[in-house]
C-alpha cells in the first residue's frame, strides 16, 4: 500500500473520529467528493476580482512567482503563510505579516480566529515597556508561532484547538485559518507614527499601525487559496474581539460564503459619540486616543462606513446596530465579563488620573469597574433593539483578569442563575433559530464561591 494512500485513509480515520461530523451541513463534501479532495485538494473557486483591486484598500495578492509556504494538500497541520511586503502588509515593526492555515478536506466551512493582545499608542506600550500594558508581539510572528511550544497560540481557544479535551464546538471540524496580532491597533489602523522616547535616551520608534491593511491582505489570500465555504465564523478574543467586529463586514463582503456568524469575545465597542460626556460615555477619551495614534479618521472609519451603511464614524458603538442591519440574516454574539480586569484597565486606567494615580489596587479596580459597568449597561441598551444580534454577560472568572470568556475552555464561564453556560450561547448563535440569545448575569457571588481551580491558578502564573 503506498504512502499517499496510507496517508488519505489515516485522514479519513482522524475526520471520522469527530461525533461533530455524523451529519453533513451546509458546506460540507460528500464522502467520494471527500476522499478525491485528500489526492486533489479543491482549487479556490472565488479568486479576487477586478473590483476588489481598486482602491481604497484594495485587495492584493502575493507576486507570482513568490514562495508563500502553502501546501494546498497538506491537511490538519497548522501552515506558516507569509504575505509579501507588496501586499500592503507588515508588522509593528515593519517584519513580515503571516497568517496561519490548517485546512480538512471533508468541508469548505471555515473559522476565521484574530489573536488577542492589548493594545498601543505611544513610545511605552509599542515598545512593551515594563509597567505598561502594551500590545502582543512587537518583534513580529515566528514561522512556528502555531507550535505546541506557543500554547497561548496553538491552544488559546477551543474554536481553533481541533481536540480539545473538554469542549466541543463545531468550528472544531472546520477549516482553520488563525490570523495573528503585532500592529497594537485593533486590527483597524493605518498609520506609520513616530513614537519619541519620553526620556530621550533612545531612538525614536517607527511603528506601523497596520492593522486594517494586513487583514485585506489575507482576505486576497484566502480569496486566492482557499474555497468559498457554505458557513463562515469570524470570531477572536480581547483586541481580536474588536477587530472581529471592525472587519466582519470587509472579510464577510469579499469572502462571500452562504452563511455567517461572527462572535466579539471581550472586545467592545463601546458607545461614545463624539462630543458626549465621559460621565455618560467613559470610553469617550480612549476613542479620541486611538482615532489619532492609528489615523482611524483618516481612511479606515470611512472605509468600514462605505461597508456598513448604518455606521457613523461619529460614535463608533453604532458598528454593532449597523452590522445587525446589514447583515440581517446572520447571527451575530458579543460576550464579556462584567468584572473583567484587562480591557477595561487599557479602557480607562492611563486616561482618568483618579484611576491612573490611585494607589490601593482594591480602589483602583472599584473604580475601573464602575467605569466598565456604565459602558456594559450602555452596550446592553444598545444590542437589546436587534433580534439577530445577542450578548452573553457572566459576571467573573478566576484567571487571566477574568477576561475572555471562550479562552482555554468554555467551563466556568456559566450564568448559574440562568443555568447557562458559554457553550449554549455559542450554539445559539451558529446553530440555533429566531432571536439571538440576550443573557447577563446579575448575581455578584455565585463566581467568587467556586472552589479552587488550580489549572485556572497555574495558567495565571504562567501568564
Not at 508588522?91 to 485546512?103: E, T
Not at 455606521?311 to 458579543?334: E, I, P, V, W
Not at 472568572?397 to 482555554?408: A, K
Amino acid at each position: 500500500m503506498n504512502k499517499k494512500l496510507i496517508g488519505a485513509i489515516a485522514v479519513s480515520s482522524v475526520l471520522g473520529s469527530f461525533s461533530i461530523s455524523a451529519h453533513a451541513e451546509l458546506g460540507d463534501y460528500g464522502f467520494w467528493q471527500t476522499i478525491k479532495n485528500l489526492f486533489s485538494p479543491p482549487k479556490a473557486d472565488n479568486p479576487v476580482n477586478s473590483t476588489q483591486r481598486l482602491p481604497p484598500y484594495p485587495l492584493k495578492s502575493n507576486p507570482s512567482g513568490f514562495d508563500d509556504g502553502f501546501s494546498a494538500g497538506s491537511y490538519l497541520k497548522w501552515q506558516t503563510v507569509q504575505l509579501h511586503p507588496d501586499t500592503g502588509a507588515v508588522c509593528g515593526d515593519g517584519s513580515p505579516y503571516k497568517i496561519f492555515v490548517n485546512r480538512v478536506a471533508h468541508t469548505s466551512n471555515t473559522v476565521y480566529y484574530l489573536e488577542g493582545g492589548g493594545a498601543c499608542w505611544d513610545y511605552e506600550s509599542c515598545t512593551g515597556q515594563t509597567g505598561i500594558r502594551g500590545a502582543r508581539n512587537p518583534n513580529g510572528i515566528p514561522d512556528n508561532y502555531m507550535s505546541l511550544m506557543n500554547p497561548s497560540a496553538s491552544l488559546v481557544s477551543p474554536f481553533v484547538f481541533r481536540l480539545h479535551p473538554w469542549t466541543r464546538t463545531k468550528s472544531q471540524n472546520w477549516n482553520m485559518v488563525y490570523i495573528p496580532y503585532c500592529t497594537g491597533d485593533i486590527y483597524s489602523g493605518d498609520k506609520v507614527e513616530v513614537y519619541e522616547d519620553p526620556q530621550g535616551q533612545k531612538e525614536p520608534l517607527v511603528w506601523h499601525h497596520n492593522g486594517l491593511k494586513n487583514l485585506r491582505a489575507a482576505t486576497a489570500w484566502l480569496k486566492n487559496n482557499l474555497q468559498r465555504p457554505g458557513q463562515l465564523l469570524m470570531t477572536g478574543c480581547s483586541a481580536g474581539g474588536t477587530g472581529t467586529l471592525t472587519n466582519y463586514a470587509g472579510l464577510r463582503e469579499d469572502i462571500a460564503p452562504t452563511k455567517g456568524y461572527m462572535i466579539n469575545d471581550s472586545g467592545p465597542i463601546f458607545t461614545a459619540p463624539r462630543g458626549g460626556s465621559d460621565r455618560d460615555y467613559p470610553s469617550i477619551r480612549l476613542h479620541e486616543q486611538i482615532r489619532a495614534a492609528w489615523g482611524l479618521d483618516n481612511g479606515p472609519l470611512a472605509f468600514l462606513s462605505s461597508r456598513v451603511p448604518g455606521f457613523s464614524d461619529n460614535d463608533m458603538g453604532t458598528l454593532y446596530g449597523g452590522l445587525a442591519q446589514k447583515y440581517g440574516n446572520d447571527r451575530m454574539g458579543h460576550t464579556h465579563f462584567w468584572q473583567d480586569l484587562n480591557y477595561s484597565s487599557y479602557s480607562y486606567e492611563r486616561f482618568y488620573d483618579d484611576i491612573n494615580n490611585e494607589s490601593d489596587p482594591v480602589i483602583k479596580e472599584q473604580k475601573i469597574h464602575a467605569l466598565w459597568h456604565k459602558d456594559t449597561n450602555n452596550l446592553v441598551q444598545n444590542l437589546e433593539g436587534h433580534s439577530n444580534i445577542g450578548y452573553y454577560l457572566p459576571y467573573y472568572r478566576g484567571v487571566n483578569e477574568s477576561h475572555c470568556t471562550s479562552i482555554i475552555e468554555f467551563a466556568n464561564a456559566d450564568i448559574q442563575e440562568q443555568g447557562l453556560e458559554l457553550d449554549d450561547f455559542v450554539k445559539n448563535v451558529m446553530e440555533g433559530n429566531g432571536a439571538v440569545m440576550q443573557a447577563s448575569e446579575t448575581d455578584k457571588n455565585a463566581d467568587y464561591n467556586k472552589p479552587f481551580n488550580f489549572l485556572y491558578w497555574l495558567l495565571d502564573q504562567l501568564l
